[in-house]
């Protein structure tokens, strides 16, 4: 199903999954936010030297175009592993408000109205909803993550905390660097690899001397690994490093930059 691409009068812009129309969430880019440069705009990106000040009002918009509450936001502290953290009420607030007591490249959760948040500049950024358990995932899978099954580990976590069946999850793989543009050396191949075996084996081309690598389809081999069906994936397939007007490129701009972020959180139940 398509991604959809939404701009406010203040120029904000964000994307959504139809799959996941349910439940507030989106996929932010770098446009219509308050910071200056090498920041400009929409950047969410916690300790980089940007404003805190301009940070809270970036979420405040944010937040506010998806319909989460900026107050209860839980942001991922990445550090390109593969932990999958349960986050309840106790968390509300860590990483934008309060410290962050955690690392984390995967966030899930059963408790209503808890925004959770990942973050990327490159790299894939995943939202899991479970409209039947109902519960709800936000995961950060670069290639590191990728290799080491993070979203295999977050299925599996909704699985054993929430009761989550595979096959009622909806996926939305947001956008994240392409194939044309992730130019790597023999180490990721080998890594996906030994992952995934012969399943890796579409997602990698060799160019000469170097090999070009689908991220975001080896990210989707690993929730069709775990049970989901292909038709409750969604793939946005923007390429970031392609969209400097949209998006942030750690590979096109180094450290001097802000990062997009991928938001979701379980709508509170409304009962007869």
């Not at 595979?166 to 044309?180: M, Q, R, S, T, V």
Request: one cysteine or more.
């Amino acid at each position: 199903m398509p991604f959809i691409t939404h701009e406010e009068s203040n120029g904000l812009v964000w994307l959504t999954s139809s799959l996941l129309a349910e439940v507030p969430h989106g996929f932010s880019t770098r446009r219509g936010g308050v910071s200056a440069p090498p920041w400009d705009t929409l950047n969410l990106r916690p300790g980089c030297g940007d404003a805190p000040e301009h940070l809270e009002e970036n979420y405040r918009r944010f937040c506010g175009a998806v319909g989460t509450d900026v107050e209860r936001v839980v942001l991922a502290r990445q550090v390109h592993e593969t932990t999958v953290r349960p986050c309840t009420a106790a968390d509300a607030g860590k990483g934008l408000w309060r410290e962050r007591d955690y690392t984390a490249d995967g966030l899930v959760t059963g408790e209503p109205e808890l925004p959770l948040t990942v973050f990327s500049a490159d790299c894939g950024v995943i939202l899991l909803y479970d409209p039947v358990r109902r519960a709800v995932g936000a995961v950060h899978a670069g290639w590191r993550g990728c290799a080491g099954g993070i979203l295999e580990r977050a299925v599996r976590e909704m699985e054993r905390l929430y009761g989550t069946n595979p096959a009622d999850l909806l996926a939305a793989l947001g956008p994240c660097i392409g194939p044309c543009c992730f130019e790597t050396d023999g180490d990721v191949p080998e890594a996906m690899r030994a992952a995934l075996g012969a399943d890796a084996e579409p997602y990698l081309e060799q160019r000469g001397r170097k090999w070009h690598v689908d991220l975001a389809g080896l990210n989707r081999q690993w929730l069709l690994r775990a049970g989901l069906p292909p038709e409750q994936i969604d793939v946005c397939g923007l390429c970031t490093a392609c969209r400097p007007d949209l998006f942030w490129s750690h590979r096109k701009m180094g450290e001097a930059r802000g990062v997009q972020a991928a938001m979701i959180a379980l709508p509170k139940e409304e009962r007869p």
